[in-house]
């Protein structure tokens, strides 16, 4: 079985790059739209949108704690940090389920 660092060496270097900015971006939206959910929650009314936007904010949560600590913002973690992300995604299925569910819930709430 192939390790995730022995595959990301086989891709060209820009496309190397690339693919960790778009994990850094991925993460970054993430915990941007886990603030803005917090932030609408203690405004909205509607109580079917709040119970939606509870478990959102809950789930995205939940999946950043997951994350590997980290002592900077998100955008500005090491390539390293990333791979310690995939590793885990790679090897944990609950959290590749979480994180699908993620996925399809923080784009809606980017668009709030």
Known sequence: MMKIREKFQQY???MQQWMVQQ??????????????GKKLYA??????????????TILLEQYLSLLPKRNCPLEAVSDDYIFQVWERLENDSSLRELIAQ???????LLKI
């Open 12 to 14: 060209p270097t820009d």
């Open 23 to 36: 994990e850094k971006t991925k993460l970054t939206r993430i915990e941007t739209a886990l603030k803005n």
């Open 43 to 56: 405004k909205i009314e509607d109580e079917n949108k709040g119970k939606w936007l509870l478990g959102t």
């Open 102 to 108: 993620v996925e399809t819930r923080y784009e809606a």
